[in-house]
């Protein structure tokens, strides 16, 4: 793992909650509203300066970039919603690119799980606590920020236990 136990130590307090609300909001809604994404990019900006070298932090702009477009490609084509684009975009400065495959592999554990724990609730008596929630009416959609949100709290957590040393 690339992502150090320092940067990990420091992302994951802000992140956590955001992370958590953003997987809340859309299994109740389904949407990842814009001002959890804008609270995840100001994390990784004020954050970002205490947790990563200049220069590191500097870089990890590009990863947005890159992110948002690919993004924005994928919402065109109908492939992904625009909350998870923006949601992907502003998570990508926390991860270090070398990491990607790494990432990858959370990402479809996580996708996997998510997707039949939330199947499993939503034909249990779980759904009565939570009746009128938008995901339990998709017939065809997913809400993508309960897999999205726990792979960058998975991915984190990683970092905190056996991420790379402070350099």
Request: aromatic fraction near 14%.
């Amino acid at each position: 793992m690339y992502l150090t136990m320092t940067e990990a130590m420091w992302f994951l307090p802000f992140v956590l909650p955001i992370c958590l609300y953003v997987a809340w909001s859309d299994m109740r809604a389904m949407r990842i509203p814009n001002h959890s994404v804008v609270a995840l990019f100001v994390v990784f900006v004020v954050i970002g300066l205490i947790a990563l070298p200049f220069d590191a932090y500097l870089w990890r702009y590009v990863h947005l970039i890159v992110a948002l477009l690919v993004g924005m490609g994928m919402n065109a084509l109908r492939l992904v919603g625009a909350g998870d684009a923006k949601f992907v975009a502003a998570a990508a400065p926390f991860i270090a690119l070398q990491d990607l495959t790494f990432l990858s592999m959370i990402f479809a554990a996580t996708l996997l799980i998510a997707w039949v724990t939330h199947r499993i609730a939503k034909n249990s008596p779980i759904r009565k606590l939570v009746p009128d929630w938008e995901s339990w009416e998709r017939k065809k959609d997913f809400p993508m920020g309960l897999a999205l949100g726990a792979t960058l709290i998975v991915y984190l957590v990683f970092g905190l236990l056996s991420g790379a040393p402070a350099t």
